[in-house]
């Protein structure tokens, strides 16, 4: 993929205002712990998240959607006549149908001649919506899109510690399966692309590459079982090791081929964002890649993993950080379970 006409207008997210440590996890655990031999620290000691955060218990993924587009579209100052297409990226939506799109295009007053629908592809759904609008506009579909999504992580964790106090077959073994949701956060994100003629940053998407690997699709899966678990919050059963090595073999073809694509090699690489997922994927993922740790801008410590909102939300806090400098080459540099890579370059 190769982009001549379409530029990054803003990038903008939305932190939840509640702090859950991974200490106050393990304080509920601690029954658990006591009965398994574990020794308290050893999520964040494993993980490297010390922290997450949620929102009010109840909250939809559009609601803070909508404030997130709001917000960014303010910030950028574009025309909101121009919008071509509004995609809802995030793993989390407000029902089945309609599209969670829907009502977030709704909240936050678009045309409506414009495109709206729901993309879902675990951690990738934003990339992909990225993907989706930069060739429509490219192609001269549209002038200009939103891809934004949201992740609502305390059902899914608090069911989570639900399960374990009340299941007395778990074992050391059988825990493992189980630490990944507990490093779940929260999060919003939202990402504007317009066509270069209608850019007042100039901040051109350049292109990329994708690769898969479905023989492991299973090694991560997540859904609703209310029959076993009986409510309707969400279950996720990770094999993390396994995931670990399966994304990062994945990952590394993927970025070879991204380079070519984008005639690049790692020493023209000036800052890159991951997939926040912890400490061990991401000195591997860097690691294999041989790209500089100091290059990368890690969130996953303070938001846990926030699934597809994770890498924009770091991105979107570098830039109000003021890490980006002008004419940096920027690698995003998305993984998720299915397995799935898309890898993105961008000249700020």
């Keep these: 993929m190769r982009y001549e006409h379409v530029c990054i207008e803003a990038v903008s997210c939305t932190l939840p205002p509640h702090i859950v440590t991974s200490d106050d996890i393990e304080a509920q655990l601690e029954p658990v712990y006591e009965r398994l031999g574990l020794p308290a620290g050893r999520l964040e000691l494993m993980t490297g998240i010390r922290e997450r955060r949620f929102f009010d218990p109840g909250t939809l993924p559009g609601t803070i959607s909508a404030l997130t587009v709001n917000r960014l579209l303010d910030q950028a100052q574009l025309d909101r006549k121009y919008l071509g297409a509004l995609i809802h990226g995030s793993v989390c939506r407000d029902q089945l149908e309609p599209a969670t799109a829907s009502g977030v295009h709704h909240a936050a007053g678009l045309p409506n001649t414009a495109l709206v629908l729901d993309i879902s592809n675990a951690c990738l759904g934003l990339l992909n919506g990225?993907?989706?609008?930069?060739?429509?506009?490219?192609?001269?579909?549209?002038?200009?899109?939103?891809?934004?999504?949201?992740?609502?992580?305390?059902?899914?964790?608090?069911?989570?510690?639900?399960?374990?106090?009340?299941?007395?077959?778990?074992?050391?073994?059988?825990?493992?399966?189980?630490?990944?949701?507990?490093?779940?956060?929260?999060?919003?994100?939202?990402?504007?692309?317009?066509?270069?003629?209608?850019?007042?940053?100039?901040?051109?998407?350049?292109?990329?590459?994708?690769?898969?690997?479905?023989?492991?699709?299973?090694?991560?899966?997540?859904?609703?079982?209310?029959?076993?678990?009986?409510?309707?919050?969400?279950?996720?059963?990770?094999?993390?090791?396994?995931?670990?090595?399966?994304?990062?073999?994945?990952a590394i073809p993927t970025w070879e081929q991204t380079k070519k694509t984008l005639g690049w090699n790692n020493a023209d690489v000036d800052r890159v964002f991951t997939h926040q997922v912890g400490k061990a994927h991401r000195k591997l993922l860097l690691e294999k890649l041989g790209l500089d740790p100091e290059l990368d801008y890690p969130t996953v410590e303070t938001l846990g993993n926030t699934g597809a909102a994770a890498l924009p939300m770091a991105w979107a806090l570098g830039i109000e950080n003021q890490v980006l400098q002008a004419d940096d080459r920027v690698a995003l540099l998305g993984i998720g379970s299915g397995l799935n890579s898309l890898m993105l370059g961008v000249q700020w």
């Design 130 to 250: 990225m993907v989706f609008l930069a060739n429509m506009i490219e192609m001269g579909q549209i002038r200009a899109g939103v891809v934004v999504g949201t992740e609502v992580g305390r059902d899914l964790v608090e069911g989570t510690i639900e399960d374990l106090l009340n299941d007395d077959t778990v074992t050391r073994k059988s825990i493992k399966n189980d630490f990944a949701s507990l490093t779940i956060g929260s999060g919003s994100a939202a990402i504007l692309l317009c066509d270069r003629s209608l850019s007042r940053t100039g901040h051109r998407l350049l292109g990329g590459n994708f690769r898969t690997d479905t023989s492991n699709h299973e090694l991560c899966a997540g859904g609703v079982e209310a029959q076993k678990h009986g409510d309707h919050r969400p279950r996720m059963q990770t094999d993390s090791e396994s995931l670990l090595v399966a994304g990062v073999n994945l």
